[in-house]
């Protein structure tokens, strides 16, 4: 069974710009959750997704934001980007909500300058 | 809120016992989560705990308390390829919100030869 992929793996935008990024969870996984990490902050919450419906919010500002399509794939967008904003976003991705172990992808290395 | 406290670093030598221990604060507690993240790797999970007592996976055991908010775990027969930081996690519920996964800052293990 494929694991969860992220694209892009890497990006570098400006200041200012917006970017997209996505994720395909493990087939069969409904939930899908996001994650912020930094050297400085660890790893954060962003948000989690389940049926196509956001479940929980971790403690971002609005120009976070994100969705889930039908088929469980996910995407997460993050408008008007700050130096700040540079980091590791992980996709994880479970079968339920429920559930307690998830499967982490490889991330997607964001770079702004 | 909620807060969770893990070492930064631990250090070891090959074939030794290590445990790393992780101490939380939190409420609406679920259970604990051990995940283990290689340099410019994704995270992968090791354990969870969600009554009290001992959880053991092979070289890797795992050990709740919920009384005294308390974990640990518990790393035998180091090997080389062990060397990796390794997170707590608490899985809990906040008000208005499912079930979340918040992250430790991690402990970097070191295993020297």
């Known amino acids: 069974k494929a694991g969860v992929t992220q694209t892009p793996r890497y990006l570098i935008k400006t200041r200012g710009q917006q970017v997209t990024l996505s994720c395909s969870p493990i087939?069969?996984?409904?939930?899908v959750s996001w994650y912020q990490q930094t050297p400085g902050q660890g790893l954060q919450f962003l948000f989690e997704?389940?049926?196509?419906?956001?479940?929980n919010k971790g403690n971002f500002p609005g120009r976070f934001s994100g969705r889930q399509f039908s088929n469980s794939r996910s995407e997460m967008n993050v408008s008007t980007l700050e130096l700040g904003d540079s980091a590791l976003y992980l996709c994880?991705?479970?079968?339920?909500?429920?559930?307690?172990?998830?499967?982490f992808g490889p991330g997607t290395r964001l770079t702004v300058t | 809120g909620q807060s969770l406290e893990q070492p930064s670093e631990v250090t070891a030598v090959e074939g030794a016992i290590v445990q790393i221990n992780c101490t939380y604060q939190?409420?609406?507690?679920?259970?604990l989560s051990w995940y283990q993240q290689h340099d410019g790797g994704a995270p992968t999970f090791l354990s969870y705990n969600a009554l009290d007592g001992l959880e053991e996976t092979g070289r890797f055991s795992s050990f709740l308390s919920r009384s005294d908010s308390y974990g640990y775990l518990l790393l035998q027969e180091l090997q080389m390829k062990d060397s990796a930081s390794y997170f707590c996690a608490v899985r809990a519920v906040y008000s208005g919100s499912a079930r979340q996964l918040t992250f430790g800052s991690g402990t970097q293990l070191t295993v020297l030869p």
């Open positions: 087939s069969g996984h409904r939930s």
């Open positions: 994880a991705s479970k079968p339920g909500q429920t559930s307690y172990e998830q499967y």
């Open positions: 997704y389940f049926s196509e419906t956001q479940r």
């Open positions: 939190t409420s609406g507690f679920y259970g």
